[in-house]
T-cell receptor
């Protein structure tokens, strides 16, 4: 997975609790992305980062925040988890080409 | 970004036959179009891309065709193998401003290879 890890890999939580997912890369790449994947919707961009402390919203950013204090780490926080945020979350980095994103193994999040 | 969609959600192909996966796009301003493959339980994996000023590009056993007139993209897989069974996504790369690029993915087509 091109030096990308995600933690945790699986999480079950309750509605209303905060949740933080971590993406860690060892490739020193500038761009990092968070996607969610749901049946019938494919992959949808939540937030992305183009450098330390530089982030921007994607298509489905409501209810999510991100932080990037170091090049290697990109955190996704669900401020108050809802059942609609039950999904598989993928982190990605951009390689030498903007077209080629390398994806992490994913985090399966279930909000009860 | 504008939407990227697919004509067929599922495709079953006999092993050894050629596969064709189709995709329609709507954003004619995209610079590149890309195909990704996702195997069960894994993240998507880049297969091949094509620049918007090209109409064909070949890789190893794969060919991508771009028809800008009808905004259509296709992925052809030659001599399909069981290991090709996966979900295939088309995506478009567009400039979201200030040099930041985003990928917009289609909903995916599931390819099943029959041994």
């Amino acid at each position: 997975d091109a030096g990308i890890t995600q933690s945790p890999r699986h999480k079950v939580t309750e509605t209303g609790t905060p949740v933080t997912l971590r993406c860690h890369q060892t490739e020193n790449h500038r761009y990092m992305y968070w996607y969610r994947q749901d049946p019938g919707h494919g992959l949808r961009l939540i937030h992305y980062s183009y450098g330390v402390k530089d982030t921007d919203k994607g298509e489905v950013s409501d209810g999510y925040s991100v932080s990037r204090s170091k090049t290697e780490d990109f955190l996704l926080t669900l401020e108050s988890a809802t059942s609609s945020q039950t999904s598989v979350y993928f982190c990605a980095i951009t390689g030498n080409s903007y077209n080629e994103q390398f994806f992490g193994p994913g985090t399966r999040l279930t909000v009860l | 970004g504008e939407s990227v969609g697919l004509h067929l959600p599922t495709l079953s192909v006999q092993e050894g036959d050629n596969s064709i996966i189709n995709c329609a796009y709507s954003n004619s301003a995209s610079d590149y179009f890309i195909w990704y493959k996702q195997e069960s339980g894994k993240g998507p994996q880049f297969i091949i891309d094509i620049r918007s000023n090209m109409d064909k590009r070949q890789g190893q056993r794969v060919t991508v065709l771009l028809n800008k007139t009808v905004k259509h993209l296709s992925l052809q897989i030659a001599a399909t193998q069981p290991g090709d069974s996966a979900v295939y996504f088309c995506a478009e790369n567009w400039d979201s401003g200030a040099g930041s690029y985003q990928l917009t993915f289609g909903k995916g087509t599931k390819l099943s290879v029959i041994p």
